[in-house]
């Protein structure tokens, strides 16, 4: 079983306080014990110095003559003496001893006093100090220094030390239950923005997805919960939600490319059940076939290359253009449909003029424009191809005849496309070449521009960058 980021993070901040907290202990304790036991040493070894400074400042006296202490009397069971001569003899020995010896040192004593543990006379656990006296006994002829051993009983520091280890590590325990506790709150509050991030994400694509394509193609603000986040996670939401955002629009563009063709192939599909369906076909009928065949084919290529447009697969190559032949060839490829629908189809651009651009991207924007103009003006209409330097850019436009269209609806549909629930005749008709020239324009980094001028609907494509001396 995997751990999440949450668990993770508890478990490491638990064993890492446990390992740091376990460690402060056993300094502290080691620390605690060495201070006690230094001072207790001390203590015992100057209470030593004193009693055998006595002995070396009165010779011949006896030492229990020179050391009647009440901590030695007989009913004492906490502070023991014993004196020996330098060839073991006992010379004396406390009241609190019962007349047993206490146990001697590892080692005879020299300038240094040796300490070391023991059990007293009474069967309590002790501690000695042993030192070297330098007096005389008169019941003692040995020469040599005395060694002179000076116990006490332990125990009561042991309960102290006991003690002191029970408090500390209750004391370390609660630490570490405290730091986990905040160490939980923390991390679940650390990670709650994430959830909420998670649960703004999710209620986007939720939204996003049964709005339909007019939501989803929009400009999408990034989701205000980001802005919560730390800043170590902010770049990971920002692309999270790029990412989320760029799933939605190829889903939205492939629900419209859908609904376009539905929309796009009705008329020519309906124009064929026709055709078919009558007894006898004839030269009219027949290029009525043609025609309703050929609107599908344009319908079919177009709804394709908006498709590949929109998705990214097309990316522009850059090389020299010559927008006046362009513009030439494509008014000779529709001048049989402007001389049959009685238009007016005029050009005006220089010999020249050559533009920085795709070939392909802007023949086409070109050849959708031009015949969108041709073939949905009225009969009998002027339809102007227009191409001109303009300061450090060329301008190209068409402008044709428009008395019943209403060119903010048709603007709209370039910038949000029709809803899910929008019939075939809420849709402004050439919306498709528009908004496959608006498609490949915006890969091209060009404007499409709409605008209506005196019953005229110029279509307008701006920021072409022209080709220096050579226009």
Request: proline share 4%; hydrophobic share 50%; aromatic share 2%.
């Amino acid at each position: 079983m995997r751990l999440s980021i949450g668990n993770r993070l508890i478990v490491a901040l638990v064993a890492g306080g446990s390992i740091t907290l376990g460690s402060l202990f056993l300094v502290l304790d080691l620390a605690i014990d060495r201070e006690l036991y230094t001072r207790f040493d001390a203590a015992l070894t100057a209470r030593g110095r004193v009693l055998a400074g006595l002995i070396d400042t009165r010779a011949r006296a006896t030492v229990s003559d020179a050391a009647r202490w009440p901590e030695y009397a007989a009913d004492g069971h906490q502070e023991f003496y014993q004196l020996w001569a330098a060839d073991g003899t006992t010379l004396a020995r406390s009241a609190s001893s019962d007349g047993r010896d206490l146990a001697s040192p590892p080692r005879r004593p020299g300038e240094q006093p040796v300490l070391y543990d023991l059990v007293l006379p009474d069967g309590h656990r002790g501690r000695a100090v042993a030192l070297a006296v330098l007096g005389e006994h008169r019941e003692s002829a040995a020469a040599g220094p005395q060694t002179l051993v000076v116990a006490t009983e332990r125990e009561a520091l042991e309960a102290l030390e006991h003690r002191l280890h029970l408090a500390l590590s209750l004391g370390t325990l609660a630490a570490l239950a405290l730091m986990a506790l905040l160490g939980i709150v923390a991390v679940r509050r650390g990670l709650a923005p994430l959830a909420h991030f998670s649960d703004a994400i999710a209620a986007r694509v939720v939204t996003r997805t049964h709005a339909g394509a007019a939501t989803a193609c929009g400009e999408s603000a990034a989701l205000p919960v980001a802005a919560s986040l730390p800043a170590e996670l902010q770049p990971i939401a920002t692309r999270l939600d790029e990412a989320v955002d760029t799933a939605l629009a190829a889903l939205a563009r492939e629900q419209r490319f859908a609904r376009e063709a539905a929309h796009e192939l009705r008329t020519p599909l309906a124009e064929l059940r026709m055709l078919v369906g009558a007894e006898r076909v004839g030269e009219g009928e027949r290029a009525a076939l043609r025609r309703a065949i050929d609107g599908m084919t344009r319908s079919v290529d177009a709804l394709l290359a908006l498709a590949r447009c929109e998705a990214g697969l097309d990316t522009p190559a850059i090389e020299p253009v010559d927008l006046a032949d362009m513009l030439t060839r494509q008014i000779g490829l529709l001048d049989s449909e402007a001389a049959a629908r009685g238009l007016d189809l005029v050009l005006e651009t220089p010999a020249e003029l050559w533009v920085m651009s795709d070939h392909a991207m802007l023949e086409r924007i070109v050849a959708n424009l031009v015949a969108n103009a041709v073939y949905h003006a009225p009969h009998g209409a002027r339809v102007t191809v227009r191409a001109e330097r303009a300061e450090s850019s060329v301008r190209f436009a068409v402008a044709n005849a428009a008395p019943g269209l209403d060119v903010d609806s048709l603007a709209q549909v370039l910038a949000h496309p029709r809803p899910v629930n929008a019939t075939a005749e809420t849709r402004p008709h050439a919306g498709l070449g528009l908004r496959l020239s608006e498609a490949l324009a915006r890969q091209l980094g060009l404007e499409l521009e709409l605008v209506r001028d005196d019953e005229h609907l110029v279509v307008s494509l701006a920021g072409l960058a022209p080709l220096d001396g050579l226009t």
